[in-house]
């Protein structure tokens, strides 16, 4: 996730970061639901951080570190770029 | 500062940039390719939508445009650009766009020539329509609701060899199958002999008594001299505008930065019977155009959870619930041909763009008519619920622009052709007008929105010029 705020331009990224630190408190979620903008750019940061995590990604049939492995020796084997 | 001369200074390596300097360079022209971006090595792809899209989009993907409503326009960034990280679809420029552009705007279009250029580039890039297989269970809901209905539908084309249906077209393809111009053209340019130079951000196009003398660029190491009779602009068609507004050319017309055209786009899920696994196969597979000719496209797309669970329009246990069934979700895009037209500002000096761009009534209407027939089509397919992309309690014929959540693919038209001085600026040439061998070669030239997805259209193009400038006849 820092990564991904860190390279967005400002102001969004001086934003995104206060906004993700609300959101992962309840106080801070309650008053982000106030303004709905806000509070659907919390929810977004959130799930994305939360869907990132490879527990919870297999568990939903998805493997990236196995994608990424088959995507690499594919094009080893082949001879790609 | 490094010196360089050469027949054609070309700048940006994507759809037209790349094309251009292997044609030219494979032409016997001595080529320079200058390139803002990097070069990214597959093996740095990770299928992470987060950290891909810091890595392989401009500002990490979060190109936003102002207006009502905000809307996100994802760049790519690096060797390929935007062809780096789109979903690879490959459809020719309808008939009917061609024929307004002739009509409209005066470009001498000859369609034989066209199609060669055409040609050309789909067998560069290995241009093939996926098939049911390898298209996955996203494709096949969306394709039993087409069918159930009776709606004109069918398997993309796209730029890819060798695809196993790794789902991560927009984060990098892992096994390079996505035949992008980064891993095409530009090898092919660099084995004609061209000279590649990345991380050159281009700050001058120097012109005298109406001819361009070269450009000028900062890269990490210094500056970048390129001497040449002939340059083209192909930095896309957010930036190629700014290149040319803050070097006080193409002004003219008052059309530079203008004219703004896109493809803003939505997508609804559905929640099935069947297992989906939405992002085990190729996203973007499979279209519906019964609805084309109103400027309503239904495009596949879909992606891994993270992805899946920043664009699902649900709050709370709600959106954890239906993330608990992630694999029985189904995705489909809605894209609308605008009529809406934004413009383009430079402000801070070259590299920040403000964008603007209100969607008009017309697209409303398209988005709200597009949203009731994602959810027929769902329905039609056995969906048990349909998401879309609304505020709770909200359905489609009331929607407000605001109430859109959107993202735009595939912008047009900021330095249009235009055989009119007056009306455009660059010619049926694509050359700059009144700028003797100042030519663009990306999409900013597109004078209209094409409806469909505009890569080859701009490869094609890009081949054309290539081909002009070689004083020869595109090949068949």
């Given at each position: 996730?820092?990564?991904?705020?860190?390279?967005?331009?400002q102001?969004?990224?001086?934003?995104?970061?206060?906004?993700?630190?609300?959101?992962?408190?309840?106080?801070?979620?309650?008053l982000?639901?106030?303004?709905?903008?806000?509070?659907?750019?919390?929810r977004?940061?959130?799930?994305?951080?939360?869907?990132?995590?490879?527990?919870?990604?297999?568990?939903?049939?998805?493997?990236?570190?196995a994608?990424?492995?088959?995507g690499?020796?594919l094009?080893?084997?082949e001879?790609r770029? | 500062?490094?010196?360089?001369?050469?027949d054609?200074?070309?700048?940006?390596?994507?759809?037209?940039g790349?094309?251009?300097?292997?044609e030219?360079a494979?032409?016997?022209?001595?080529?320079?390719?200058?390139?803002?971006?990097?070069?990214?090595?597959?093996?740095?792809?990770?299928?992470?939508?987060?950290?891909?899209?810091?890595?392989?989009?401009?500002?990490?993907?979060?190109?936003?445009?102002?207006?009502?409503?905000?809307?996100?326009?994802?760049l790519?960034?690096?060797?390929?650009?935007?062809?780096?990280?789109?979903?690879?679809?490959?459809?020719?420029?309808?008939?009917h766009?061609?024929?307004?552009?002739?009509?409209?705007?005066?470009?001498?279009?000859d369609?034989?020539?066209?199609?060669?250029?055409?040609?050309?580039?789909?067998?560069a890039?290995?241009?093939?329509?996926?098939?049911?297989?390898?298209?996955?269970?996203?494709?096949a809901?969306?394709?039993?609701?087409?069918?159930?209905?009776?709606?004109s539908?069918?398997?993309?084309?796209?730029?890819?060899?060798?695809?196993?249906?790794?789902?991560?077209?927009?984060?990098?393809?892992?096994?390079?199958?996505?035949?992008?111009?980064?891993?095409?053209?530009?090898?092919?340019a660099?084995?004609a002999?061209?000279?590649?130079?990345?991380?050159?951000?281009?700050?001058?196009?120097?012109?005298?008594?109406?001819?361009?003398?070269?450009?000028?660029?900062?890269?990490?190491?210094?500056?970048?001299?390129?001497?040449?009779?002939?340059?083209?602009?192909?930095?896309?068609?957010?930036?190629?505008p700014?290149?040319?507004?803050?070097?006080?050319?193409?002004?003219?017309?008052?059309?530079?930065?203008?004219?703004?055209?896109?493809?803003?786009?939505?997508?609804?899920?559905?929640?099935?019977?069947?297992?989906?696994?939405?992002?085990?196969?190729?996203?973007?597979?499979?279209?519906?155009?019964?609805?084309?000719?109103?400027?309503?496209?239904?495009e596949?797309?879909?992606?891994?959870?993270?992805?899946?669970?920043?664009?699902?329009?649900?709050?709370g246990?709600?959106?954890?619930?239906?993330?608990?069934?992630?694999?029985?979700?189904?995705?489909?895009?809605?894209?609308?041909?605008?009529?809406s037209?934004?413009?383009?500002?430079?402000?801070?000096?070259?590299?920040?763009p403000?964008?603007?761009?209100?969607?008009?009534?017309?697209?409303?209407?398209?988005?709200?008519?597009?949203?009731?027939?994602?959810?027929?089509?769902f329905?039609?397919?056995?969906?048990?619920e349909?998401y879309?992309?609304?505020?709770?309690?909200?359905?489609?014929?009331?929607?407000?622009?605001?109430?859109?959540?959107?993202?735009?693919?595939?912008?047009?038209?900021?330095a249009r052709a235009?055989?009119?001085p007056s009306?455009?600026?660059?010619?049926?040439?694509?050359?700059?007008?009144g700028?003797?061998?100042l030519h663009?070669?990306?999409?900013s030239?597109?004078?209209?929105?094409?409806?469909?997805?505009?890569?080859i259209?701009?490869?094609?193009?890009?081949?054309r010029?290539a081909?002009?400038?070689?004083?020869?006849?595109?090949p068949?």
């Open positions: 996730m820092d990564e991904y705020i860190a390279a967005a331009p102001p969004q990224r001086s934003g995104m970061y206060a906004v993700l630190a609300l959101a992962r408190r309840p106080r801070g979620a309650a982000l639901s106030r303004v709905r903008p806000l509070a659907q750019v919390g977004t940061l959130l799930a994305m951080e939360r869907y990132e995590e490879p527990v919870v990604a297999r568990s939903l049939g998805w493997d990236a570190e994608v990424i492995a088959r690499r020796a094009r080893r084997a001879g770029p | 500062m490094s010196e360089h001369e050469a054609v200074c070309v700048i940006g390596a994507g759809a037209g790349a094309v251009l300097a292997a030219l494979e032409g016997g022209a001595s080529v320079v390719l200058l390139e803002q971006g990097p070069w990214h090595d597959p093996d740095s792809f990770d299928a992470s939508p987060p950290r891909m899209l810091a890595k392989l989009y401009r500002d990490a993907g979060q190109t936003l445009t102002l207006g009502t409503p905000p809307i996100v326009l994802p790519g960034s690096g060797l390929g650009g935007t062809t780096l990280v789109n979903s690879g679809t490959c459809f020719r420029t309808p008939e766009v061609l024929e307004r552009w002739r009509a409209e705007f005066g470009l001498e279009l369609s034989e020539t066209l199609d060669r250029c055409f040609q050309r580039v789909e067998e890039l290995s241009v093939s329509e996926v098939t049911p297989e390898l298209a996955g269970g996203n494709a809901v969306a394709r039993r609701g087409a069918e159930r209905l009776g709606w539908h069918g398997y993309l084309r796209r730029n890819a060899r060798g695809c196993v249906g790794s789902g991560v077209c927009a984060f990098g393809c892992p096994t390079s199958a996505k035949q992008h111009t980064g891993i095409t053209y530009v090898p092919r660099e084995a002999g061209a000279r590649i130079v990345t991380g050159a951000t281009v700050r001058e196009i120097e012109v005298r008594a109406g001819r361009v003398l070269g450009a000028r660029a900062r890269t990490h190491g210094g500056e970048v001299e390129v001497r040449a009779p002939r340059v083209v602009v192909a930095a896309g068609t957010i930036h190629t700014l290149l040319l507004e803050a070097n006080g050319i193409g002004r003219e017309s008052g059309q530079l930065g203008g004219n703004l055209s896109m493809h803003p786009a939505t997508a609804a899920f559905a929640l099935m019977d069947e297992v989906v696994d939405m992002a085990k196969g190729v996203p973007q597979s499979f279209y519906v155009d019964e609805w084309a000719g109103e400027g309503i496209m239904f596949g797309i879909a992606g891994p959870p993270s992805y899946a669970a920043m664009s699902l329009p649900l709050e246990e709600r959106h954890a619930e239906a993330m608990r069934s992630y694999r029985h979700l189904a995705q489909l895009g809605l894209m609308v041909s605008d009529s037209r934004g413009r383009v500002r430079r402000i801070g000096g070259l590299s920040r403000l964008i603007t761009y209100d969607l008009d009534e017309r697209d409303l209407g398209r988005f709200r008519t597009g949203l009731r027939r994602i959810r027929e089509l329905e039609s397919a056995g969906a048990h349909v879309l992309p609304l505020p709770p309690g909200t359905e489609p014929e009331q929607a407000r622009a605001k109430d859109l959540g959107l993202m735009a693919f595939h912008p047009l038209g900021t235009d055989a009119d009306r455009g600026v660059v010619d049926s040439n694509l050359q700059v007008h700028i003797e061998g663009v070669a990306d999409g030239v597109v004078p209209s929105s094409l409806g469909v997805n505009p890569q259209t701009i490869m094609a193009l890009a081949t010029l081909y002009h400038l070689l004083e020869r006849p595109c068949s």
